[in-house]
C-alpha cells in the first residue's frame, strides 16, 4: 500500500520548497558559527550569506575574451539542477513537489549534470588551475556517485520501492528496528557523500584561499557578480537537498501531524549542518591523494547494505 | 677568524682564481659551509670573496681571489653556490663559466622614464621546460590569492604530480646592497631594521655585530641580554604563527586560530621592551635603544607565563590530531644529502638532521654564556619542520624565563644598555652571523681606507632555502605546494634586498 501517491504533483509540497529555498543559505551561517566558536571567535553574522547573495545579484559579471556560451550556462545550469532536485525531494516524511517510480535515477542524474556544467565551463575559461579543479573533481565524482547510487538502490531494495518520496516515508523506527545495520550502513556512506558533494572538509576546504589545493572553488574562480550567486545559491539548495533526505533517513521520528513532522525534519537539516561544522572543526583535510580512498570506503557501505539486503 | 670580529683586509689570502676555486671546493667537501659568496671592490681593483663556515669548529675563513671577467664554476661541483654565482654575474659582470643555468636573480626597478637598465624586463625570464606526451606547466604568481609577498612559481607538472618546481623571485629588488656603500649613512639602521620586516631583530643585530666589530665596541652586558631576548621573541612570534599557518592551511582551525591570536601576544612582549612590536628602534649600534628595569622585566614574564601554556596546548593538539599528522608526514621530504649539498640552513636544515645552530656553533653575546640546546629532526618533511618548530618554542621560552627572572645587575662594568661607538676601522672586514628565526643570517662588511663601506653583504637564510623548496617538491602532489612552502616560510624581500 502506498503512503504516497505515486505519478503526482504534490501541490502541498510546494510550501516545503518554498522553505528550503528560503532557509537553505542559513545552513552556511549555522556551520560557519559552529566554525567559529570551535575556534574561540565571534564569527560572522548568520545571515552572512543572503547579504553576499544580495551583493552579488547588484554587480554586473566580468567575462573574458577565452570563454564561449558554455561559460555562463555553467551556473544557470547546475542552478538549475540543484531547483530540480530539490523538487523531488522528500522533507520530514513528507513527499516532494514531484514524484514517480525511479525518480531517484533522476534525482542522481541532476546532480551529476550540475557537476558536468560546473566542470564544463571551468574547462572553458582554459585557465591550468581551473582545468585542473575540473580533472579532480570528475575523478572524485566517480566514487561519489557510485556510493550515492548504491546507497540508493540498498534504500530502494529496504522499502520496496523506487520513488524517493515513498521511500523515505516508508522509513520509521519500525524499519529501523528491522533492519538498522543496513540504514546505518546507507547512512554513514550518505553522510560521506554529503560531505564530498557540498565541498566540505575532510574533502575540500571552502575557506582556502590556495588555489593549488582547491577543488570545487577553484572551478569557479572566474565567476563573478550574478553567476557566482548562482553558484553559491545552487550550493546552498544543494546542501539542504541532500540534508533534508539525509535526515529523513537518519531520524524518521513521524507524528502524523504535517506541520509538526515538516518543523522536525527542518530541525533535522539544521542538526546535520551543525555535525558537518563540528567535523570541520575537529579534523583537517584529507591529503588529496586519500581522497579517492574516502569515497571508495563510502561506496564499499553502501554495497555491504545492499547486499545484506539481497542476501 | 670567529663570529663578529674584524681582520685586516690584507690578512686575507689573496689567491689566483683557479687556486681560490679549489680552495672552496676542497673546503665545501670537508664540511665546511658556504655562507657568502661576492665580489667587492678593494683598491680600486674587484675581488671574489668566499665566507667559508666550520660549523663543528666554530671559525670562519675567508678567502680572496681577483675577480677578471670570468672564473671557472663552482656550482656543478658545489650546488650551494649556484644562486651566489648568479648574483655576481648579474651584479657585476663576471661570468662563472659553465654554470648550468645562468640567469638573473632579480629584477631591477624601471625608471618611470623608460630609460634603458640593464637587466631583464620585470616578470622576463628563461623557464625550465619539460618535453614530452601529457606534462603540463602550472605557473603561479607573482600576484597571489593571500596577501603575501610577489614571487611566481613554475611547475612543471604530470597530471598531479610535480615534476620540479621553479622559483623566480626578484620583484622586490630594492638596491639596499648598493645604497649601503660609503656608508653607514643616517638610514643605516632603517635599512637593516626593514631588509625583511619579519626579522627586524635579527637583521638589525648582525648589522650592530658588524659595526661594533669593526669599531672595537664593548657591548655592555646587559645590552647583550636584551638583544638576546629580543631575537628570541621574534622567534617565538615567528614560529608560532608558522604552525597556526600551517595548520589553518590543512584546515584544523583550532590550532590555527589560537596560534594567531598567540603569536600577537608575544609580539606585544616585544612592544612591551621597546614600543614597538617587531622590535624597531631597540638594537642600536653600541647597545640597546631601551634598557629594561626589574619592573618590565616582570610584567613581561608574568604575561609569558600566562601565554606560553595555552601556546604549548595548541600546538600538541597538531600531534594528537591523525588528520593532521596524516597531511604533515612524508610531505615535501628533503634528503639529509641534499639539505648539505645545497647548504640549508636553520629550521629548514635542522629538520634533515643538519645539527647547525649559529647560537651553539658561532656563539657570541648572551649566548657566550647561556646555551640553548639545538632541536632537529631526522625526517625532512613538513613534519619534520613543525616539530623543530615546537622544540624551539620549548627552548626559548626557557631561555627568555631564566634571563627575565635574572636580569645582569647594576651599570657597572657589565650593566648598562649602550657603550660609545668609536670610528671604524679602514680596511677590514667583518663577518656577524646570528641565528634568525629562519635560520643562519650573514652580514659581511668591508670598509675602505676611510673607515667609510666598501661592500656591504647581506645572506638572508632564504637566499640558502629557497632551492631547498624546490626539492621538497620534486615528486610531491601539487595540491601539498602550499602546506610545504609555510613549512619554510621563506622571505621574498630578504631574498631580494
Redesign the interface.
Known sequence: MPLVDHNAVHWGALARAALGLALCPLLFGVINRVKAKFAGRTGQPLLQTYFDLARLLKKGAVYSRTTTWLFPMGPLLGLACALAALCLAPLGGMPGLLSFEGDLFLFAGLLSLGRFATAAAALDTGSSFEGMGASREMQFAVPAELAQILGLAALAQATGSLSLSEMLARIDMVRWEAAGPVLALTGTALFLVLLAETCRIPVDDPNTHLELTMIHEVMVLDHSGPDLAFILYGQGVKMWTLCAMLAGLLAPVRSGDPLLDVSLGVAGVFALALVMGVVESSMARLRLLLVPRLLVGATALSALALILLLR | MRNAQAIPIRHIPLLPVEEFCVEVLEAVLHEARLSALFCAPVNGELRLFAILAEDRLGVLHALSAPAGNGYPSLTPDCPQAHLFEREIWETWGVTPLGHPWLKPVRFPARNPLGEAIAGPEIGQARFLEALGEGG?????GPVH??IIEPGHFRFLCHG?DVLHLEISLGYQHRGIERALVNGPGPRFLQHMQTLAGDTTIGHTLAACQNLEALSGCRVPAGALVLRAMALELERLANHAGDLGAL?L??????T???LG?IRGDFLNMTAKLCGSRFGRGLIRPGGTGFDLDNARAEAVRAHLAEVFPHCVEAVELLWS?P??L??FER?GIVSRVDALALGLVGVAARACDVEIDVRQDYPVGAYAFSHVPVAVSQTGDVAGRAFVRHMELLHSEKFLTEHLTHLPAGSGPCGGFQASMGNLAPEHLAVSLVEGWRGEICHVALTDSAGRFAAYKVVDPSFHNWAGLSMALRNQ??????ICNKSFNLSYCGHDL
Do not use: C, K, M, N
Not at chain 2, 136 to 140: D, N, R
Not at chain 2, 249 to 254: A, H, Q
Not at chain 2, 477 to 482: A, N, R, V, Y
Open positions: 603540463h606547466e602550472v605557473a603561479v590569492a593571500g598531479e595548520a592551511d590543512v584546515g584544523f582551525l583550532p590555527s586560530s589560537f591570536r590530531t588528520s593532521v596524516s597531511r610531505t602532489q601539487i595540491s601539498d605546494f602550499p
